[in-house]
């Protein structure tokens, strides 16, 4: 089993709906969990950092973490097309990976005016 | 004030040639990283510095060399470029490596092989 694994889309909404995205990972010792977004054509900017369980909420985005069924999502209030890019989650490494990001593959959303 | 900077920014170039990728980060952080982008958007940790020391370097061809030469850059050599490693190279720098955080990433050098 992969690390972290993410559904890669492509997934399609119109402007205005709520956006699930959603990750699973592996090992229980992971303790923060973020998410990032990446425009085409751009590197990946940090969009939410959370540590252990629970929500965080920022403007129209919530980061939730449940570490008993290893599952992260984000959720995306009131969709934008400025949102349409593709969003990875990313946890850093544990033991000798220390230091590193563990990335899923990223889900690519696509929001239509 | 670009943070973490990398050129060039498009690179393309012949299989069999040498090619080296330059990143400098203006935020003090004290370790930088090289990552892979493939073609599916994968994103893979290839090396890590700390303070100039490596500390991280995942299964890569000894064809690729980073090269630190102070904590603010962290270069990447590559020699006898092939078809294979066209993909996306990623700088990053963070600020605690061990909780990921402040983690930041430049722009990407695009790298075609032909």
């Excluded at chain 1, 544990?94 to 590193?100: C, I, K, R, T």
């Excluded at chain 2, 920014?9 to 980060?25: A, F, P």
């Excluded at chain 2, 060399?65 to 020699?79: E, G, M, R, T, V």
Aim: charged share 20%; glycine share 8%; with cysteine.
């Amino acid at each position: 089993q992969k690390e972290v694994e993410q559904d890669p889309g492509p997934l399609s909404v119109p402007e205005g709906a709520i956006v699930s995205l959603n990750c699973t990972y592996s090992n229980s010792a992971f303790q923060y969990f973020m998410w990032y977004r990446q425009y085409s054509r751009k590197g990946p900017e940090l969009l939410m950092y959370t540590y252990s369980s629970g929500n965080k909420e920022d403007g129209r985005f919530t980061a939730q973490v449940d570490k008993s069924s290893k599952y992260i999502s984000l959720f995306i209030r009131d969709s934008q097309p400025s949102d349409s890019a593709t969003y990875l989650c990313a946890i850093p490494g544990y033991g000798g990976s220390q230091g590193n990001l563990i990335f899923g593959k990223g889900t690519k959303l696509s929001v239509k005016p | 004030d670009t943070a973490v900077s990398q050129t060039p920014k498009y690179l393309v170039t012949q299989m069999g040639n040498d090619k080296s990728i330059k990143c400098e980060q203006n935020l003090g952080h004290d370790t930088m990283y090289w990552y892979k982008q493939d073609s599916k958007k994968f994103l893979k940790i290839m090396f890590s510095y700390n303070n100039k020391e490596l500390i991280i370097n995942e299964t890569v061809p000894n064809r690729f060399s980073p090269k630190s030469p102070d904590k603010a850059h962290l270069n990447l050599h590559i020699n006898s470029l092939e078809l294979g490693d066209s993909a996306v190279y990623f700088c990053a720098s963070s600020q605690d490596a061990a909780r990921g955080y402040g983690y930041t990433f430049g722009s990407g050098t695009r790298l075609t092989v032909v």
